[in-house]
């Protein structure tokens, strides 16, 4: 199993390109069955969590063909199964995202529930509910979703989240492309990922109105054309590298990234004493080479602060001056990298859901295991900021979510190496 050895105590410096957004891609490529006719799709990032999401749609027939601009063609015209297997949803949470557009387009789907990261319950049935508002049968078999969409196909519906999920308002958004009628989605999640996946449906011919806030209207087209779409950047990417420079007093500067979608982000690297510079599609970030100041932060939906950031902004406190509270709202168990951190020397106390971090100088070296996708990335920070050697075990999660992330950190003068 691969390990990333991380030589640390130099501060990060240079300038790096940010990657497609893996957020953004898994919605997209599952929205390509809703379009009878070929898709072209660009700036894909190369990871575990879209690999996934190919050989699942390569087992529903889907055809993909990659050229040599690495622009993926995709044609979803050929479908020859309606099952999503076990074997593929267990590895990632986002293969539930195909279970909307097969049964808006197909009128059928049986999709096993979903598995990924360990960091706490993410219930599908807010999903399930909206797809049943639409009209959809569905049952629970053997651990499979069956959804069978009424004669005629899945019915507009007026939709409220109790509760704001991006992957149900996706699954949702989805579905109601291709439904008769206009849908209504309330509370639905704003992320900017939430964005580019309307945008996507847009350019393929359909109507989503009102992406970006909490009210979506979704016209339901009788079908989708294809088309090209090119992937936005990946803002999570972006602030771990961003974290990663600020923890370890660096300069560092990310091209082809929207400074907007990073909003809340940059104003707790402002007050942890970054001077933050953005221009169009780029960011930049110079801590001057201070050690930065303690911060404290609510994870909550977009557009606040995101729980994707939180375990890198945890190990940012870790070497900060003064003592700051991290207090995670979205995921239970999403502070458990705060356990790693504290083997090397970090002083957090758990209370709840709210870590208390007390900064110190610096880190040690130490072997330590990855949790989940972004506590994994917490701890290739930790290592970069510690003295002596850090080793991180399990990094097949670090794979889910960040492309190439060892050599874009040697680009910015890292010690690092991926060793079996």
């Known amino acids: 199993m691969d390990k990333l050895l991380i030589r640390g105590g130099a501060p990060l410096a240079g300038e790096v390109r940010v990657s497609g957004s893996k957020n953004a891609a898994l919605p997209i490529l599952a929205a390509t069955l809703l ?24 087992c529903l027939g889907v055809e993909m063909v990659l050229d040599e601009k690495m622009h993926i063609d995709i044609d979803a015209r050929n479908i020859t199964s309606l099952v999503a297997p076990y074997d593929l949803v267990k590895t990632m949470r986002a293969s539930i995202l195909v279970l909307g557009p097969l049964l808006a387009r197909f009128g059928e789907a049986h999709v096993s529930f979903p598995g990924g990261c360990a960091i706490g319950s993410r219930p599908v049935d807010l999903h399930l509910r909206g797809l049943e508002a639409m009209g959809a049968s569905i049952e629970i078999d053997g651990g ?18 109790d509760i704001v999920t991006v992957g149900g308002t996706e699954n949702l958004m989805m579905a109601a492309a291709l439904a008769k009628g206009t849908s209504v989605i309330e509370n639905a999640a704003r992320e900017p990922e939430i964005v580019d996946l309307a945008n996507f449906i847009n350019v393929m011919g359909g109507r989503v109105e009102g992406a970006g806030s909490d009210t979506l209207v979704v016209h339901g087209v009788e079908s989708l054309h294809g088309g090209h779409y090119r992937v936005m950047p990946d803002r999570i990417e ?61 994870t909550a939906p977009y557009p606040a602060f995101p729980t994707d950031m939180q375990a890198q902004l945890t190990t940012v406190n870790a070497v900060a001056e003064g003592t700051g509270a991290v ?51 917490s701890l290739v920070i930790a290592g970069l900021v510690a003295k002596g050697e850090t080793l991180v075990d399990r990094i097949y999660h670090i794979d889910r979510g960040y492309e190439c992330i060892e050599e874009k950190l040697r680009q910015l003068g890292a010690d690092i190496q991926r060793i079996v």
């Open 35 to 58: 379009v009878d006719d070929v898709v072209t799709l660009s700036n894909v990032p190369h990871l575990n969590d879209v690999t996934t999401m190919f050989e699942l749609l390569g």
């Open 144 to 161: 499979y979703i069956r959804a069978k969409a009424p004669d005629g196909g899945l019915r507009a519906a007026h939709l409220l989240f």
């Open 238 to 298: 972006a602030g771990t590298f961003l974290a990663a420079a600020a923890a370890t007093r660096g300069k560092v500067k990310l091209r082809d990234i929207d400074p907007h979608t990073l909003e809340a982000v940059l104003l707790k690297l402002q007050e942890a004493g970054a001077d933050i510079q953005t221009g169009p599609d780029w960011i930049s970030l110079d801590m001057h080479g201070k050690r930065p100041k303690a911060v404290n932060l609510r």
């Open 327 to 377: 207090t995670e709202t979205i995921f239970e168990n999403r502070l458990i990298q705060t356990h790693e951190l504290n083997r090397m020397g970090a002083k957090i106390i758990l209370e709840g859901n709210t870590a208390i971090i007390t900064g110190v100088e610096t880190l040690k070296g130490a072997p330590v295991m990855a949790s989940d996708l972004r506590a994994s990335a």
